[in-house]
């Protein structure tokens, strides 16, 4: 919501999914939640997949607005990323162009803004390159 309230007109498909969108896409991507432990309430989520080019693309990463700016987005999103097929050697996310504080965290995080047809108007590409463990 807040991705779509910054970025108003945008077009990032995650944005405009509906439900049985979201259903057909649980075969396609790996999909992982956060949950309360105590109620059991969903507090975020995040999914990511080996796109066309071979990149792990990372997509709806979600936490519940009382929750957020605690930490759990980036430990979503190095879940995420540890969850990436061994042959993966980029990581790659949209974002809104707007949307300032989510970059803020995925620039933490080791991303980095690149030039990519496929964004939409008024929407970036970010990535960061998979660290070689060994």
């Known amino acids: 919501m807040q991705e779509q309230q910054a970025n108003p007109g945008v077009e990032i498909p995650a944005l405009h999914e509906s439900l049985d969108d979201v259903r057909r896409g649980l075969g396609e991507w ?21 796109d066309s080019r071979g990149e792990w693309d ?3 990463i979600m936490v519940a607005p009382d929750l957020q700016g605690r ?15 061994a042959g993966v050697t980029t990581y790659v996310l949209f974002t809104g162009e707007r949307s300032t504080d989510n970059q ?20 970036v590409v970010m990535t960061k390159s998979r660290r070689r463990r060994g």
Do not use: H
């Open 30 to 50: 790996t999909v992982m939640v956060a949950r309360d432990p105590s109620s059991g309430r969903l507090v975020g989520a995040v999914r990511g997949r080996v």
């Open 58 to 60: 990372i997509g709806r």
């Open 104 to 123: 803020r965290m995925y620039k933490k995080a080791g991303f980095r803004l690149r030039a990519d047809r496929r964004a939409p108007a008024g929407a």
């Open 71 to 85: 930490g759990l987005g980036r430990a979503l999103l190095a879940l995420v990323e540890d969850l990436a097929p």
